[in-house]
């Protein structure tokens, strides 16, 4: 006699769907969750108004080594899905940008309608529970909590990534893969700020919180958001965007004015401002402190910074054009998991199968949610790749 036919180890947002979706479909489930609450990246998400979705979902928009791999659960369950639900329980929320949609209130709106759902639906949920063994029995799973040994017919591995590793234990759900013989991939922060050399961080450190739209590209994407400076370097979200596909070593360029042709432009203002200094012109585009410390850091002229536009050659002003339309920088690192929003990698998704994200060999098995090699772009994507996986494992333990 089975304690449970599913057991899900994880109460984050893919954890706590799959349930709710399991337990609708008469299944009885244990939600067991190490921490004293369940949903607390939901709650700490979207700076407390969790983006939970964004309506223009694509497959386009995750990250794997197979890129394949999502479309079938993203089309099983869909943002719309999501949003009808948000809608049932009465909760207001709004588009903010790019169709990415957040709480009006708080995120904790949509973590009491997930626990209403799983009340409704008699999930058991066990707080301040950690899952620290999983064996397979013949039939079925022997899973041990808090020293007592449960069993179910099936096992949701929910786990999440690594990020924010002071909301441990991080990477049970990679050490149970590993033990199963399903390949892991590398792991690494992602949608994380960019940490950049001590010299940018002594001659940036007083325009730390300047903030100014870009496109920020490398060899793989472009993204065209805000970019921030920071303290220690580089955030906001182009720059998070842009961090999920970057490798240490490696450039990128930002376009300063994404809107213009810098060079043409900055012979155009010579012959308007011609007594003005290149500050001063770029000051139009640029807060005063960022247009100045553009030219004396950034720019690095071999010429006197304070030279006006009628002394600056046609040449001079092109390369200095080009040089802000693609500025280039290399950072030193990034912040890491103290501070990133997920974990690219993870899971290999070779071993699932797309369409119910069960283990190809292990009948019963199932991984869900950012512990899979599937990680989003920045604007909800994580959230809705967390329901779509959630969804179909519910579907099919
Ligand atoms: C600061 C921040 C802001 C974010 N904002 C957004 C946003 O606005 N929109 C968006 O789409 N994404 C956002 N994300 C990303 C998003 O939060 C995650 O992608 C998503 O929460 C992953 O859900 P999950 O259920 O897979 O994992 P998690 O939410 O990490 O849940 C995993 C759960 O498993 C539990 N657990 C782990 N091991 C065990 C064990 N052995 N026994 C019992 N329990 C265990 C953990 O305690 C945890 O509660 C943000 C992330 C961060 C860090």
């Known amino acids: 006699m089975k304690n449970y036919d599913v057991i899900i180890i994880g109460a984050g947002a893919a954890g706590l769907m799959c349930a709710i979706t399991a337990a609708k479909r008469n299944k009885s489930v ?57 809608n049932q329980h009465g909760v207001a929320y709004h588009e903010k940008t790019l169709g990415q949609l957040f709480c009006d209130n708080s995120s ?5 309608l997930l626990l209403k759902e799983c009340h409704q639906h008699n999930v058991i949920i066990e707080l301040e529970s950690k899952v620290t063994a999983l064996e397979a029995m013949p039939s079925g799973f022997s899973v041990s909590v808090n020293q007592r040994s449960l069993s179910a017919g099936a096992v949701v591995v929910a786990t999440g990534g690594l990020s924010i590793p002071s909301m441990g234990p991080h990477g049970f759900g ?61 955030s906001g979200p182009a720059i998070l965007q842009i961090s999920s596909y970057w490798q240490p070593g490696e450039s ?12 043409s432009w900055l012979k155009q203002q010579k012959q308007q401002m011609a007594k003005s200094q290149l500050k001063t012109v770029l000051s139009q585009l640029f807060s005063k402190r960022l247009a100045a410390h553009m030219v004396t850091s950034w720019l ?5 910074d304070n030279k006006v536009m009628a002394e600056l050659g046609d040449k001079e002003l092109e390369a200095i054009g080009n040089t802000l339309n693609n500025f280039t920088v290399y950072p030193e690192a990034t912040e890491g998991y103290k501070t990133a929003e997920v974990t690219l990698g993870g899971i290999d998704t070779h071993s699932l199968s797309s369409k119910t994200m069960m283990c190809n060999d292990i009948p019963g098995l199932f991984f869900i949610g950012e512990a899979v090699d599937v990680t989003g772009h920045l604007g909800g994507y994580n959230f809705q790749w967390a329901w779509s996986s959630g969804w179909v494992a519910g579907q099919n333990v």
């Open 30 to 86: 244990l939600l067991v969750e190490h921490a004293r609450k369940v949903g607390r990246k939901i709650l700490m998400s979207g700076g407390g108004r969790c983006n939970f979705t964004n309506m223009y979902t694509e497959p386009e928009n995750f990250l794997s080594a197979n890129p394949h791999f999502c479309k079938s659960a993203l089309s099983q369950y869909t943002q719309w899905d999501f949003i009808d639900l948000v």
């Open 108 to 112: 904790k709106d949509i973590v009491q």
């Open 174 to 234: 990679y050490q149970i893969a590993e033990q199963f013989g399903l390949p892991v991939l590398p792991t690494s922060a992602a949608l994380v700020p960019f940490v950049m050399n001590s010299r940018w961080q002594k001659q940036s450190a007083e325009l730390s919180g300047n903030s100014f739209d870009a496109i920020a590209s490398n060899h793989a994407q472009s993204f065209k958001e805000a970019v921030l400076l920071t303290h220690k370097g580089l």
């Open 252 to 263: 990128i360029t930002l376009n300063l004015a994404p809107e213009m042709d810098l060079a």
């Open 300 to 304: 690095k002229l071999n010429t006197d």
